[in-house]
């Protein structure tokens, strides 16, 4: 290195310090946080960049191994980053894009950087919060590498040998001084973005290898690749429902510039199921993407319909909502410049891509109509039926809106309200069965908990018509109870938050099967019926003890029987176990120092953190299909690992 280029290094090299260092410190503000959400986001900022360079066209394989140490390692077969002196900057282009906040690939304008969003903040970003980084590009026939300590080059970039292909190799070991409370890759979680990727870019083979532990001698591993795309993610989210026709229904093209890509079909559920991607990233919150699907699909099928007669004999409008029953889509565009708004993030703001959306789905969804009159009949009909289905409803609907609080109706009797005014104050507890609903209410704090008691088994909203739900007292009681009323004629599901009574919302149920099956039917009804709360963090689950053990006036709970045996242990001879059967062997106080009280209590926050998976889960746990459920709880004793 000659003088004049090491003065040139350090004055740079400073400010991409002082950017470095900037992560270091705020690490959450580039990653979102610092658990196992931030831990595994690492893993997609790193394949982002790669998959930038698959969909520039030049890398159609990815590979991500999960090393034994944790560290991971991510190869592509692209054409590997530059590695000759960056102009401005006087160091490699490797350097630049690994240490310079920002940087990315900024520097090749044209065709690169289209993916990313919450991702998309660079690499120099994960090697900022790693202990560790190996960068090796294999590029005009030789192999170049760097390393680098916590984000900081270690050598200027050097050959190390011969290449006989092109790309680039990252491996980062994450630095768990930053990451404090995880320390594990979860391979399901991998997995799933993995599998999502190779959805979202067709042509595309992405694998994952677990070399942490072998099965049967060989390390797990997945291969991810789709032919099709977005056609075969929709048949994937739909593999336990039934379709109404034959194929999806696949919408591709550019509007105003803004790639749009749009795979759906019908089927025989009553559930709206719609998934959509900015620059691969899942918006959960939806935004004007989705606003303008909804309303070019609106628009086109009731012109269809008009046009086409299907609609003489009805004597009533036809709502959004009817539209979109037993609709599962998958909305991906590409936006440049993405604006994220909205409490997480994930809502697209772009003004400009709800038209665009829009008149793609106006255009090739009526030409699909025109060209597929059979399919047609059957998609207008089956929007006809929910039309009828929700008139005939109108009468339960409207009678829920009433007995909310604000519509006058006053609150259920069943509830035992607590006196605290303040909702961010208020806790409210569903409790299984009448018996358990009184022990609840003995024990509870009635300054600041409220006890609403739910009969047996509540619905199972995954099979019931949407009427079905509005009429359903149980759930009626919810609804009145939390102050939420439902959404309007168009959008049955948008609620209004803004009056909710409660802001931890709190499942509890017995310990056992019967126990967790009604959770999960709870959790079902608000995951179809209330997901703002979810994504709103409201929802909790509370868990009860399974033993308590006893030696004279001692006395421990025990959630595990691991921890039992350890409390049998530590207390000896003379010691006795009694078993919780149910919430209702508990007395008031029990229930109280176990399960309620804010000192000692645990609670698990509902999330959802792969919105996919969990549509699966749910179909999968409450829908017809046995085989796979039963497959799904044997791999899953407790259906602990849904998304609490
Ligand atoms: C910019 C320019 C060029 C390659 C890349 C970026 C690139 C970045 C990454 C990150 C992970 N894998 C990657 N592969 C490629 C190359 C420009 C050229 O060769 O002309």
């Not at 993407?289 to 046009?307: C, E, I, Q, V």
């Amino acid at each position: 290195m000659t003088t004049d280029k090491n003065q040139n290094y350090s004055a740079d090299s400073i400010q991409a310090l002082e950017g470095m260092e900037h992560v270091r410190k705020r690490p959450s503000m580039y990653i979102g946080d610092v658990g196992v959400r931030g831990l595994h986001h690492l893993v997609y900022e790193v394949v982002d960049n790669s998959i930038d360079e698959a969909m520039a066209g030049h890398c159609n394989k990815i590979d991500v191994i999960i090393n034994e140490d944790d560290s991971i390692s991510v190869e592509d077969d692209g054409r590997g980053i530059p590695v000759g002196i960056h102009q401005k900057e006087g160091v490699s282009a490797l350097e630049v894009v690994m240490t310079k906040i920002g940087a990315g690939g900024k520097f090749d304008k044209d065709s690169y950087k289209v993916s990313g969003g919450l991702h998309g903040v660079g690499v120099s970003v994960v090697n900022a919060l790693s202990d560790h980084l190996t960068a090796v590009v294999y590029r005009d026939g030789k192999t170049w590498q760097q390393e680098y300590e916590r984000g900081k080059a270690m050598y200027p970039v050097k050959e190390t040998g011969k290449a006989d292909k092109t790309g680039t190799l990252v491996t980062f070991k994450p630095d768990l001084s930053i990451f404090k409370d995880v320390e594990k890759y979860n391979y399901e979680t991998l997995a799933n973005r993995m599998r999502e990727l190779s959805f979202l870019n067709k042509g595309i083979r992405v694998s994952l290898t677990d070399k942490r532990k072998k099965v049967e001698g060989e390390y797990v591993t997945e291969s991810f690749y789709s032919e099709h795309g977005l056609k075969e993610f929709i048949s994937f989210l739909d593999e336990n429902r039934e379709p109404l026709i034959p194929e999806v229904i696949s919408i591709e093209g550019e509007k105003n510039n803004v790639p749009v890509e749009i795979a759906m079909v019908y089927n025989s559920s009553y559930n709206e199921n719609i998934h959509s991607y900015v620059n691969n990233i899942n918006t959960h919150e939806g935004g004007t993407h989705l606003s303008g699907f909804r309303r070019g699909l609106t628009s086109t099928l009731k012109k269809y319909a008009d046009s086409s007669g299907l609609l003489d004999k009805i004597k009533f409008e036809i709502s959004g909502d009817d539209f979109r029953e037993g609709l599962t889509a998958i909305i991906s565009v590409k936006v440049a410049e993405p604006q994220f708004e909205g409490q997480t993030k994930t809502k697209l703001g772009n003004k400009e891509v709800s038209s665009a959306v829009s008149q793609a789905v106006s255009e090739m969804l009526q030409n699909y109509l025109e060209e597929h009159p059979n399919e047609a009949k059957i998609i207008v009909d089956k929007v006809v039926l929910a039309a009828q289905a929700r008139h005939a409803a109108r009468k339960a609907r409207e009678m829920v809106q009433r007995k909310t609080v604000m519509g006058g109706g006053g609150l259920p009797g069943k509830l035992s309200d607590c006196s605290e005014q303040d909702p961010s104050l208020c806790e409210i507890f569903l409790v299984e069965g009448d018996s358990a609903g009184g022990t609840a209410k003995q024990g509870r704090d009635r300054n600041f908990q409220a006890i609403l008691p739910l009969r047996g088994k509540i619905l199972n909203v995954e099979k019931a018509m949407q009427h079905k739900v509005f009429e359903n007292q149980e759930i009626i009681n919810i609804y009145t109870a939390l102050g939420v009323t439902v959404g309007t004629e168009e959008d049955s599901k948008a609620l209004n938050l803004e009056k909710l009574r409660y802001h931890k919302i709190v499942i509890m149920c017995d310990a056992d099967v019967d126990g967790s099956h009604i959770s999960t039917l709870i959790l079902t009804f608000f995951f179809r019926y209330m997901k703002e709360l979810i994504e709103n963090g409201h929802i909790y689950i509370a868990t009860p003890p399974l033993y308590m053990v006893k030696k004279a006036s001692k006395k421990e709970y025990a959630w595990s029987d691991e921890a039992r045996d350890k409390l049998l242990d530590d207390f000896g001879t003379g010691s006795s176990v009694q078993r919780y059967k149910g919430l209702g062997e508990m007395n008031a106080i029990q229930l109280w120092e176990t399960t309620m009280n804010p000192e000692s209590r645990t609670f698990r926050k509902v999330t959802i953190d792969t919105p996919v998976e969990a549509d699966r889960v749910f179909t999968m746990l409450m829908g017809d299909e046995v085989p796979p459920r039963r497959d799904f709880i044997e791999r899953n004793a407790t259906y602990a690992n849904i998304d609490a």
